[in-house]
């Protein structure tokens, strides 16, 4: 347990290749992506390429 008067966050034993984990990783499993995600996916890449493309008709 730190120490209350120490100006440092965690002790030596907490932090390295020596440090006992607090919690095991979680399992990452992968997922679909639902059709709400994927809508806004397309309007951010369809909005970007408007954008770019606006930008690129002005310059010219």
């Avoid at 209350?4 to 919690?23: C, F, Q």
């Amino acid at each position: 347990m730190p120490d209350p008067d120490s100006e440092w966050k965690y002790d030596i034993d907490e932090v390295g290749e020596e440090a006992e984990p607090d919690l095991p990783d979680p399992e990452i499993h992968p997922g679909s992506p639902s059709a709400e995600n994927a809508f806004f996916v397309a309007l951010g890449v369809l909005t970007m390429l408007a954008l770019f493309a606006r930008i690129v008709l002005l310059a010219a």
